[in-house]
């Protein structure tokens, strides 16, 4: 049976569908009778659910159904990256009733999103995560956007989809280490809002958690609840929603430093995490216990938990200065209070933050 999340923003409602099989057997006829469709598949998803996605997508009767593949990296999740589906669009004289559909992991989400904000000022889009990272994350609470000069995800825009769907069965072509990417955000939304999944976590995550299909199907629904409350509550992140930013301000700050280059977005944030929760262990909001506790999951889970070797303090502070999170020209941290509770914090001086790093 399939799982179900209604995310209800102020711009729009939405429905997040998660089960096995849903890119063969989901009903889209709802959306799709009569309309355009472009679907925009990352080079990385095996063909074979394109072919699975397109015949499905066909008993719908769309009035024109095209497929393109896009290469996904984060030189390419740029300007130049998106002309290759605006010129498609325009080419075949695509309406503002037409769908786009994402089929791929973050970077795909992200800038299939920002062409359906942005081509003929918004139409309707059906985002398809095909990685864990993706469905537990970028597809679900409607930020979209690219890369300009050095900086994360710094052009963009909120726009909400009419429908996510979270297909397990993506996941079966997905190594060990991009299941980790996912954990990452998945232990993320347990320490800033679900004490009972992370200590669930805990438990399971040693045991290889993406073979068992009704315990990751289970997890994915926890987690996403967990972001499409926040983002329901506070879609264009004026208050809690900066909360899911909890490792963030670090890794992005990592993944900029290095080039875009060497560490992937899951890893930094798990070793961004790592950091955060060093700085809420330095200003008394955690113990030592707790700090533990977090840096085993994360380890356990596959993903950095020390500086790489190359690490350079200066180029790291220069990307946390080009930061979107900044406001008044303070730089926002997310600290937790105890496992399953987080608050904002600006009040991080330069020898904190440097202490903090010191893992």
């Known amino acids: 049976m399939n799982k179900s999340i209604q995310v209800k923003t102020a711009s729009s409602n939405y429905e997040l569908v998660i089960n096995q099989a849903l ?5 889209f006829k709802w959306l799709v009778e009569g309309k355009q469709i472009l679907v925009i598949k990352d080079s990385n998803v095996p063909k074979e659910f394109l072919g699975d996605l397109k015949t499905n997508l066909s008993r719908s009767n769309p009035s024109k159904l095209i497929s393109i593949e896009i290469k996904t990296n984060e030189r ?8 290759p589906i605006f010129e498609v669009l325009n080419e075949e004289k695509f309406n503002r009733d037409c769908v786009l559909i994402s089929l791929g ?10 062409a359906a904000a942005t081509y003929l000022r918004g139409v309707n889009l059906i985002q398809i995560p095909s990685t864990l990272l993706a469905q537990v994350d970028a597809a679900v609470g409607g ?6 000069q050095g ?14 769907l979270i297909d397990i069965d993506l996941l079966s072509s997905l190594g060990e280490a991009e299941i980790a990417e996912g954990m990452a955000e998945i232990i993320k939304h347990s320490l800033i809002a679900n004490k009972s999944l992370f200590e669930e976590l805990e438990k399971k995550i040693v045991n ?20 499409s409350s926040i983002v329901s509550n506070d879609e264009k992140e004026l208050g809690d929603r900066a909360l899911l930013n909890f490792g963030h301000t670090y890794g992005h700050a990592f ?26 262990l330095l200003k008394g909001k955690i113990s030592k216990n707790e700090f533990d506790r977090i840096k085993q999951v994360i380890k356990l889970a596959g993903l950095p938990t020390k500086l790489p070797k190359n690490f350079n303090y200066s180029d790291f502070r220069e990307a946390m200065s080009r930061d979107k999170k900044i406001l008044s020209n303070k730089l926002r941290f997310i600290v937790l209070n105890s496992v399953g509770r987080a608050e904002i914090s600006n009040e991080i001086d330069e020898n904190l933050l440097k202490e903090s790093l010191k893992i």
């Open 143 to 148: 930020k979209t956007g690219i890369n300009f």
């Open 208 to 227: 290889k958690i993406a073979s068992d299909k009704e315990s990751l199907i289970q997890i994915i629904y926890e987690s996403s609840l967990i972001k």
């Open 23 to 27: 890119i063969k057997n989901y009903n």
């Open 151 to 164: 900086a994360k995800n710094n052009i963009g825009a909120f726009y909400q989809p009419n429908l996510v």
């Open 105 to 114: 992991g973050g970077i795909t989400t992200d800038m299939v999103g920002f």
């Open 76 to 83: 390419n999740k740029s300007l130049e990256g998106l002309q």
């Open 255 to 280: 993944e900029s430093a290095m080039a875009l280059e060497g560490f992937s977005h899951g890893q930094a944030v798990g070793l961004g995490m790592v950091c955060a929760s060093h700085l809420s």
